[in-house]
Every structure is written in structure tokens, then in C-alpha cells.
């Protein structure tokens, strides 16, 4: 997994997000990293850019990438089971606890619209 993130929400055993660190966890996503061999990561990240790529054996990579509204990326992926959840979201899980945590509200008639693109990239053949 690659991507650009500022922090990372810590969670207790609910898991609800209980304290921010700017330290990168549990690997550096920033630098590319992988996945595999992780227990369950099920955590909040802030400061996204909107753009995270997974590179898959064979040199196969998914892109996604959302809408600038979409500043949190959730990142689920359970140990030992070969899939991974990058899910570009508008605010932070338990929004309602902690300040700056992006929800919006909305009065009747007004709307919000986000987007998220997948692109799947696959590596030329000579």
C-alpha cells in the first residue's frame, strides 16, 4: 500500500478511535509498504490526499483516488484473508467525540457528493 497520509486515529478495543498520532503505523504507507503479515488493521487516517495505490504480486496495481472532500482514508484488513478495504470517507469514525473530525451537516434540501475512482493498472508485457 502507498499512500499520502499526516496521522493515524489509535483505537481501543471497540474499535472507536481514542488518540491521533503523527507517527506512521503500523508501517509507513507513505513510503509504500506492504500489508501481508499485519494482525487486523482497522484504523482511521487523516491528511490523506485522496490517492492510495496497491501493488499486487505480478506488478499489478489498483489506484484509487476521491474526491478532495474525502480527507480520511479508513483502511481495513483482517489478518490471513487476502483482501484489503481502502475506503475514502468524509469524516472519522465516532465523529461526534472528538473535534475537527469532518462532519457535515446538512440542512433540509442541501446535499453532499463525493466521489471515488478505481483504476486497475496492469504492467506492459514485453
Known amino acids: 500500500l502507498k499512500a499520502d497520509t499526516e496521522g493515524v486515529w489509535?483505537?481501543?478495543?471497540?474499535?472507536?478511535?481514542v488518540s491521533l498520532s503523527h507517527e506512521p503505523w503500523p508501517r509507513d504507507w507513505r513510503a509504500g509498504a506492504p500489508i501481508a503479515g499485519l494482525d487486523l488493521v482497522d484504523h482511521c487516517y487523516v491528511g490523506?490526499?485522496?490517492r492510495a495505490e496497491?501493488?499486487?504480486?505480478?506488478?499489478?496495481?489498483?489506484?484509487?483516488?476521491?474526491?478532495?472532500?474525502?480527507r480520511w482514508m479508513h483502511l481495513y484488513a483482517p489478518p490471513r484473508t487476502g483482501f484489503v478495504c481502502v475506503e475514502p470517507v468524509t469524516h472519522m469514525p465516532?465523529?461526534?467525540a472528538h473535534p475537527d473530525n469532518g462532519l457535515s451537516?446538512?440542512?433540509p434540501g442541501e446535499n453532499l457528493a463525493v466521489w471515488m475512482?478505481?483504476?486497475?493498472?496492469?504492467?506492459r508485457r514485453a
Do not use: M
Not at 496497491?54 to 474525502?70: D, F, H, I, M, Q
Open 48 to 50: 490523506w490526499n485522496g
Open 117 to 123: 475512482d478505481l483504476a486497475r493498472i496492469f504492467p
Open 94 to 96: 465516532d465523529p461526534f
Open 54 to 70: 496497491l501493488e499486487e504480486p505480478g506488478g499489478a496495481r489498483t489506484v484509487v483516488t476521491a474526491s478532495p472532500n474525502s
Open 105 to 107: 451537516v446538512l440542512t
Open 10 to 17: 489509535q483505537v481501543d478495543e471497540a474499535p472507536l478511535p
